[in-house]
């Protein structure tokens, strides 16, 4: 059966070096030169990119990593649902061409990769830094061959501007805007209040939780993922511990499963909500953010009192959880889950119908099928633009997911504006509270194990975690030493970091009044987003943002973006 | 004379009552609790019996903080400007009959005093910010212009229409004359204005934090955005005192029925206000726009019609 699976991929890509089955996943190990050819066979299959990275084997060199993910795609090879390309390169000369000039997916990957490790991705298209300083210097970033000087007296340049630009105005949203209560910024150009153009730059956490991670073994790993995200920390969980038994090969015992999806599910809810209340109070609507806030409260009492914290559940074991739902709270919860469903419905029939609401979010922020399938929107993002996508169909964490067991449904709205991913998430709330009931109801009739025994050494050297967490899919990565049990290396890549790559070309077009209603549409999450060192310098550099700007529309109207 | 010197008190204190009561509404309505009329037991030694006065309190903190002045400013318009929107608010309550004590009302020509006073108010309120020099400031003055023009629009065709239709310039002469359809119609019209001029939310997109940070009082600070404070206060008493004496008939009644008659109305007139503020999300610019333009030219015709009979 392998042989027939390996026998079909060759078919459609010949020249690989070794060609292996593990799991779900099928690994090819590839020459560096080709992996722009091989994403140009992925892309025009149909495939999507999970993540491209790339990790420091030290003496040997670096690996790069390309996952594709083919469960939408127009090859089926039985089981597989991922593959897994890899290459390596030296320390000497790392360059590989690039991916990022055949799909915009890969963009701020391998920005990624450039900063992180020093490896050149040949051709890129937009060479700017994505989470250090745009003014940081070499040795990263080759391009700017001298440091610019340090103005003290700060003389102040004269304004030459031509009469066409003056009646452009550039603003600033951020790095701190009441608007956007994390740290990022969006550069917009209007005329009058209408956006002309715009640019995203991100970095402004500074964790590297990835690198912690890599020390800390398996087991303490997961409650350092739970706190990438306050807001998503039972996705996070989740999806580690995904990716940790996926390199065990454990089965884990069905209530313990159960348990998970319920708490996925409430991680959901809430986070739904909270993202509901943000849009309201950014429109303007201080009672809408008191509602939904209010009912959020009641659904983190529920978490409460089921692991005994609100925010980080801490629950999350490899091999199961640790803590087990008593039948009284199971049947308290139901009850408290049931009220709060028939108050939403009500809620959403208002906020839904609202004359005023309509008025903000229909037409704002456009995002066309093929935009959000081009550029790899994620989640509720591309669920608003028709795109039936969802993780816990395609390839789903370890939590009970199976429709046959669970009915639930995937939500897609045609809309393709703000006031879509709206609806998607109102359904998606109420989707979720059926999921919630029918586990509690298992939970509350039946008992059983909650933990199995893991194995002391794991089974498998890489491996994959998925899951679709409240903004979109989840992906998780750990890759051990050859020769030992230890973890090499661990790579995150959150749903918020695609989707913020999209808002520029959402925002063009827009109001002014309307970049924090697109910003919030997306339900970003920029502490997801931002997991890397940035280091601060006291350069001052006066840049030409128009130059900036600029480049960003011609490479998105090179890639069809636009 | 005495009633001059009460009105400055009475108007202050009312200003203050009627901000609190758009708080205190507001807060109730989204499930808050607001100031607090009866302070907590243990708290009284600290925090005083009552925050009916709130908004008071939060000047007078306004006052302590140090006041930044920009270098990219205008200074002396973007120093001055508060003041004299302060004393443009401040005069016109003495133009403003307060029930059944006529003031300064009965002099002729009142009515186009105490308009151009209120637009003088609102026209320094937008000068100053201009002055600052802050992007988002200029965004917001934008807005607010926009909306100034419209708003303005009903404003002026609302006490004019009434002005002809009771043959006369004078507040108090209007304001005693008997009550009949045009009244209606055109408070309706003055209604509308007052919701854009109060910055009452679905128009509350010059200060649209969540867009513009501040919008026009980005830059200000301290003492002087204290003084802009201030005079929205005596808005607040201005536009619903001017509502109250033009367009209902409550002058004409004796004094011991007319003061109390006069706070009901005005509860009234805010726990309306405070609805609509409740219960609305902010319009665009644009959106407010048309919306103004829609209902001004339906009422303006009823208005007409009603002029006519």
């Avoid at chain 1, 030290?58 to 090859?75: L, P, R, S, W």
């Avoid at chain 2, 309550?93 to 005093?113: D, K």
């Avoid at chain 2, 867009?211 to 003084?227: D, M, N, Q, R």
Wanted: some cysteine; glycine content about 6%.
């Amino acid at each position: 059966m392998s042989e027939n699976i390996i026998n079909r991929i060759k078919e459609i890509y010949p020249n690989g070096l070794e060609y292996k089955i593990s799991g779900n996943w099928l690994i090819i190990k590839v020459k560096p030169e080709e992996l722009d050819k091989i994403a140009k066979i992925m892309i025009n299959l149909g495939a999507r990119i999970n993540h491209i990275t790339a990790i420091d084997l030290e003496t040997k060199g670096f690996e790069i990593i390309n996952v594709y993910d083919i469960t939408h795609a127009n090859i089926s090879l039985d089981n597989i649902t991922n593959i897994i390309f890899k290459a390596n390169i030296s320390k000497i000369k790392p360059e590989y061409p690039s991916i990022g000039k055949i799909t915009w997916q890969a963009v701020w990957a391998e920005k990624e990769i450039k900063e992180l490790l020093g490896i050149n991705p040949i051709g890129l298209p937009d060479s700017r830094h994505q989470f250090l300083p745009y003014e940081w210097p070499n040795p990263v970033e080759s391009e700017l061959k001298e440091i610019p000087e340090v103005n003290i007296n700060g003389n102040y340049l004269q304004l030459k501007m031509p009469i066409k630009e003056a009646y452009q105005s550039l603003i600033p949203i951020g790095p701190y805007h009441p608007g956007v209560i994390e740290g990022q910024v969006v550069y917009v150009k209007v005329e009058g209040e209408e956006i002309v153009a715009a640019d995203i730059k991100t970095g402004f956490h500074h964790r590297g939780i990835m690198k912690l991670i890599e020390n800390r073994g398996y087991n303490r790993g997961v409650f350092l993922a739970e706190r990438i995200c306050g807001v998503c920390s039972g996705a996070h969980g989740l999806a580690y511990i995904t990716c940790a038994e996926n390199l065990f090969d454990i089965e884990i015992p069905e209530r313990a499963l159960y348990i998970r999806t319920l708490l996925a599910e409430l991680n959901r809810i809430h986070s739904h909500l909270l993202w509901l209340g943000v849009v309201a109070d950014v429109i303007g609507w201080k009672t809408g953010f008191m509602y939904t806030w209010g009912l959020r409260e009641r659904i983190l009492d529920i978490i409460e009192s089921i692991t005994g914290n609100r925010i980080t559940y801490g629950i999350w074991r490899i091999g199961g959880v640790s803590r087990d739902i008593s039948q009284e709270i199971a049947i308290k919860a139901k009850r408290a889950i049931e009220e709060l469903k028939e108050e939403f419905s009500k809620m959403a029939l208002e906020i839904t119908n609202h004359p005023v609401i309509k008025s903000r979010l229909i037409n704002v922020g456009k995002l066309t099928y093929q935009q959000a399938f081009n550029g790899g929107a994620v989640g509720p993002t591309a669920r608003g633009s028709g795109w039936k996508i969802d993780v816990r169909k395609d390839n789903p964490p370890h939590a009970i997911y199976d429709q046959s067991i669970i009915s639930w449904e995937i939500v897609t709205d045609e809309g393709c504006d703000s006031y879509a991913r709206m609806i998607v998430r109102i359904k998606e709330v109420l989707v979720s509270t059926d999921i919630v009931i029918q586990c509690l109801d298992y939970l509350s009739k039946r008992s059983g194990e909650i933990r199995t025994k893991v194995k002391e050494v794991p089974s498998r050297i890489e491996a994959i975690g998925l899951n679709e967490a409240p903004r979109g899919e989840l992906f998780y990565y750990m890759k051990l030493y050859e020769n030992n049990n230890l973890l090499q290396a661990i790579r995150i890549r959150t749903p918020s970091y695609r989707n913020n790559a999209l808002i520029p070309l959402m925002l063009i077009g827009c109001n002014l009044a309307d970049v924090p209603v697109v910003m919030g549409s997306i339900d970003q999450c920029l502490a997801c987003t931002d997991r890397i060192e940035i280091i601060r310098n006291n350069h001052r550099e006066i840049m030409s943002w128009k130059d900036l700007v600029n480049l960003s529309i011609k490479m998105s109207k090179k890639k069809g973006l636009l | 004379m005495i009633e001059l010197l009460l009105i400055i008190f009475i108007s202050f204190f009312l200003g203050l009552f009627y901000s609190f009561l758009i708080r205190k509404f507001s807060a109730r309505l989204q499930w808050r609790i607001g100031p607090l009329i009866f302070m907590y037991k243990d708290l009284r030694s600290i925090m005083g019996i009552t925050r009916i006065i709130q908004p008071l309190y939060d000047i007078i903190k306004l006052f302590g903080k140090r006041t930044i002045i920009p270098e990219s400013s205008r200074k002396r318009l973007f120093i001055y400007s508060p003041y004299i929107s302060l004393i443009f608010a401040f005069t016109s309550i003495f133009f403003i009959p307060f029930s059944s004590i006529p003031l300064l009302s009965n002099i002729p020509y009142s009515i186009v005093i105490v308009s151009y006073l209120l637009i003088g108010s609102l026209l320094f309120m937008i000068i100053g910010p201009i002055a600052s020099g802050s992007p988002w400031a200029f965004i917001g003055v934008r807005r607010e212009a926009e909306l100034f023009l419209v708003a303005e629009f009903s404003f002026i065709i609302s006490l004019f229409s009434m002005a002809i239709s009771k043959n006369s310039l004078i507040i108090w002469e209007i304001s005693t004359k008997e009550f009949n359809l045009i009244n209606i119609t055109a408070g309706l019209l003055m209604f509308t204005s007052i919701l854009g001029k109060l910055h009452i939310k679905p128009f509350d997109m010059s200060e649209a934090e969540a867009e513009i940070v501040a919008g026009p009082y980005t830059e200000y600070s301290g003492k002087l955005l204290g003084i802009y404070y201030l005079t929205k206060i005596f808005l607040i008493y201005d536009f619903i005192a001017l509502f109250i004496s033009i367009f209902t008939p409550i002058n004409t009644l004796p004094i011991y029925l007319s003061i109390p008659l006069f706070l009901i109305i005005s509860i009234f007139i805010i726990f309306i206000l405070s609805i609509i503020h409740v219960l609305n999300p902010r319009y665009r610019i644009k959106n407010a726009l048309i919306w103004y333009i829609k209902i001004i030219s339906i009422l303006c015709l009823i208005n007409i019609i009603a002029m006519v009979i």
